[in-house]
């Protein structure tokens, strides 16, 4: 039949009607409706239905209102509910007729594609450095972290140990600054962990001045093992009172291996 000669019940128009709505092309109007001979634009244009770019325009217009969502989390949504890709440039336009300043950030989508193009942050995702981060560890520790777990997998990057460490840093650098947020937190445990640092190094200082006299009367006597046995009761204090400050071998006695 040709299209022109396509006639629609008052049921399928107000079906036809809400499938448009939803972004549905009019091919797939006809598919879901069962309509035959219905499958290009011929048919509806009697019905004086919007084009998807107008239906595109207006949800763009209705997210933008809201001033809810970032340019990311439209296309996102657009993306959903029309298919196919979307460009930023109408959403720009729309919001700048709209007098309407975007909210800055990333997406949902934005976000799971940092995750996943990432090289150097093997298995790492946004929400494990928030964790991380708001449970207080540095990126010296979280690329620690991640050499150990992932030691396979760092080795076909063909990177010299040092080189690995300094990329992963870099990476999680680059992903505090797409979180702000997280940076100042990040910030405020560094200077709170400096301050520590601080009062454990004045307090370190006053148990040497305070044994210091006791540990020159054995020196004098040349007793063997007077230097290491002074460095060793430095070393047993630090390690009581100050655990996450120094890491020591299992059986070092001599104090020979800490950090």
């Known amino acids: 039949m040709p299209w022109n000669k396509v006639e629609f019940t008052p049921t399928q128009i107000k079906q036809i009607k809400e499938l448009r709505n939803k972004g549905y092309t009019w091919a797939e109007v006809a598919d879901t409706l069962k309509i035959k001979d ?50 930023s440039k109408i959403i720009t336009k729309v919001a700048k007729q709209e007098k309407i300043k975007l909210p800055t950030g990333w997406g949902a989508r934005g976000l799971r594609d940092s995750a996943k193009n990432s090289v150097y942050l093997k298995d790492y995702t946004f929400d494990n450095l928030e964790k991380d981060i708001k449970a207080g560890k540095t990126r010296e520790v979280i690329t620690n972290n991640l050499l150990d777990k992932n030691k396979e997998y760092y080795k076909t990057l063909k990177k010299s140990p040092e080189g690995l460490k300094y990329a992963i840093s870099g990476a999680i650098g680059s992903r505090l600054k797409k979180r702000p947020a997280l940076a100042i937190i990040e910030k405020n445990f560094i200077k709170q962990d400096l301050i520590k640092k601080r009062t454990a190094l004045k307090d370190i200082q006053n ?53």
């Open 207 to 259: 148990f040497i001045n305070k044994n210091k006299e006791a540990y020159k009367k054995v020196y004098a006597s040349n007793k063997i093992g007077a230097v290491d046995n002074f460095k060793e009761k430095i070393l047993d204090y630090i390690s009581q009172k100050y655990p996450n400050f120094i890491k020591r071998a299992a059986g070092d006695s001599a104090g020979k291996n800490f950090k």
């Open 38 to 87: 219905a499958v290009s634009d011929g048919p509806y244009l009697r019905l004086g239905l919007p084009t998807l770019a107008e239906l595109k325009e207006k949800k763009i217009r209705e997210l933008v209102k809201t001033k809810k969502y970032t340019a990311t989390q439209i296309i996102d949504k657009l993306e959903k509910q029309f298919g196919g890709k979307h460009r």
